[in-house]
């Protein structure tokens, strides 16, 4: 039997006329005759009462439904919670990513005759690491600390089932989760705003601009980095909308820096809209909390003689050698302008709005604008579409908050849609590339790890070493630098003795090298007994041939048997 509840109503904008449909439309899922909840019957029983007096009591949410752009007054609190459960739209947003997903991994493991593999070998340093944390240590090799992770929190989080098979799936599944994490998000923002087709849009254009498909072949912490960039905009948009700061908001801006270092700027922007918009208190706290955290992480890496920093931080910011790296003329001159372009006309976007807004929409436009200008001057740019996407999924639903009265006429939105579309061209092709990219590093990194660890079987030195070190109980000398600062100091100061000596102390005869990065520091010595090259097109190594070195005259012999087994047995 249907109970009588209160009918739906809509407010009609000053610019609509009677017939027309509401910015926001009701929620076609549920339901009213004659003034009845056709979805639930039980929506008049006591859960529904009580909610419906919490809502009523709430002055903030009253003050919001007065706000033309978010009055929606929904007919029960439970018909909205179901309605949102059961939403044939989301059901096939996440699903069609899910069938993407299931694609891209069928391809990976196809290409890679039934083997997988992500698409970065950096993703293997994570899982290394976190094979000696299981045991107690950090570091690369056992015995000896270092840092050679850019995130502090995610070779903990990929540490469970370390030493089984499960490990090496583990950073897939918690990416896919956050890929599913984010597609939510945008939904979500897109139903507070639009209706039907254009949610659609809303949402596939987020989820081409944050890359999401494609950071979650990655197999590192940038799918979870794009979701906390996500929630800290959905944040501050709640924030502005509702004039109170969400209970999840506070610790999503102290985890987000714990994610990725680049995600300072956007807590550090979130904490001054915070305290601007007299959340003091929430804004101080939050702040105290992060700082905290990443102080005692930093002591800990002092504690063991490491750097304030992780190696792999400073050698890839100029840090290491005293020198911060100012990326700005880089970005535009050697990298990818295209990006560094979007996001100067983002930021040239969000400082016209600045002077067009008042209040708290100020506030946000201004706060949105200190992590472009941050990493336009100090961040990179792509390493196959990773370092600069956190901050194009972070502004996407900042800036079409702050149009929204613009984004009202159909064809501005669908306008404004294709240039999102456009400019994340980078990152379709990215996802599609991604089996691609799965195969060279199979084809590469894991014929090296084949390598060192099934026939030669002893200690080695490489400038990639992920692959080459996970699974792997000898010692790893990473030339980089990465997890070795002497090597690190021996490549900056470009003598071949010294990385000679370096090899030598550690009892080293193989050597597995880019010769690209070594122009003029092999050793006389090293005698390059082969080359090791891609069967494909090259996209995610730095280069497609790995030459392979014995570090001295005695194991050369050794050196080329173990070299020739790889090659004759099919690799």
Not at 194 to 210: K, N
Request: aromatic share 12%.
């Amino acid at each position: 039997m249907l109970t009588r509840v209160t009918p739906h109503r809509t407010l009609i904008l000053p610019h609509q006329k009677s017939g027309q449909n509401n910015l926001l439309r009701p929620d076609r899922n549920r339901r009213t005759t004659n003034g009845y909840c056709s979805q639930h019957g039980v929506c008049a029983t006591l859960p529904y009462v009580l909610l419906s007096g919490v809502r009523l009591l709430n002055s903030q949410r009253r003050k919001a439904w007065r706000d033309p752009i978010t009055f929606n007054l929904s007919v029960c609190p439970a018909c909205r919670v179901f309605s949102s459960l059961n939403c044939r739209m989301t059901k096939l947003i996440l699903g069609a990513l899910i069938g993407v997903f299931s694609l891209e991994l069928t391809t990976v493991l196809w290409l890679n005759h039934g083997k997988f593999a992500y698409t970065l070998d950096d993703a293997y340093i994570h899982l290394r690491v976190a094979e000696n944390l299981a045991r107690g240590h950090y570091g690369l090799n056992m015995g000896e600390s270092s840092s050679p992770c850019s995130s502090i929190v995610w070779p903990f989080l990929v540490t469970p089932f370390a030493g089984t098979r499960l490990h090496e799936y583990l950073p897939l599944l918690i990416n896919l989760l956050c890929a599913l994490g984010t597609a939510s998000l945008f939904i979500h923002t897109g139903k507070r705003f639009w209706a039907g087709s254009r949610v659609t849009a809303f949402v596939l254009a987020g989820l081409l601009c944050g890359n999401v498909v494609g950071l979650i072949f990655t197999g590192m912490e940038h799918s979870l980095q794009v979701l906390l960039s996500v929630a800290l905009a959905v944040g501050l948009i709640r924030a502005t909308e509702e004039q109170r700061v969400p209970l999840w908001f506070p610790p999503v801006v102290v985890l987000a820096p714990l994610v990725r270092y680049e995600c300072v700027a956007v807590s550090s922007a979130a904490l001054i809209y915070l305290f601007v918009c007299k959340h003091r208190v929430t804004a101080l706290a939050s702040g105290t909390i992060m700082i905290i955290l990443m102080g005692i992480f930093s002591f800990w890496l002092r504690s063991m003689n490491l750097p304030l920093l992780p190696m792999s931080v400073l050698v890839k910011t100029g840090g290491a050698d005293g020198h911060l790296g100012f990326e700005l003329l880089n970005n535009f001159l050697q990298r990818r302008p295209l990006f560094a372009l979007v996001h100067v006309f983002a930021g040239y976007l969000l400082a016209v709005l600045c002077f067009h807004r008042k209040g708290q929409d100020r506030w946000l436009s201004v706060s949105a604008i200190i992590p472009v200008l941050a990493h336009l001057a100090f961040g990179k740019y792509g390493s196959f579409y990773r370092y600069e996407v956190y901050l194009s999924a972070f502004l996407l639903p900042i800036v079409f908050y702050l149009l929204r009265d613009a984004l009202v006429r159909s064809n501005r939105f669908w306008l404004a849609i294709g240039c999102v579309v456009l400019a994340s061209l980078g990152f379709v092709r990215a996802a599609i590339d991604t089996p691609i990219a799965a195969n060279n590093i199979y084809d590469q990194h894991y014929q090296m790890h084949r390598l060192t660890v099934d026939y030669y079987r002893g200690p080695v030195a490489a400038n990639d070493v992920g692959w080459i070190s996970y699974g792997n109980p000898n010692y790893v000398l990473d030339l980089y630098g990465l997890a070795s600062w002497e090597a690190y100091t021996c490549r900056l100061s470009r003598q071949p003795r010294c990385v000679m000596e370096l090899t030598a102390s550690k009892g080293i005869d193989l050597a597995l090298i880019y010769d690209e990065w070594f122009q003029g520091q092999v050793p006389s010595q090293w005698v390059r007994v082969g080359q090791w090259r891609l069967h494909r097109r090259r996209i995610a190594p730095e280069f497609g041939t790995v030459s392979v070195y014995a570090t001295s005259e005695r194991a050369v012999a050794i050196v080329r048997k173990r070299f020739t087994m790889l090659t004759e047995g099919g690799g």
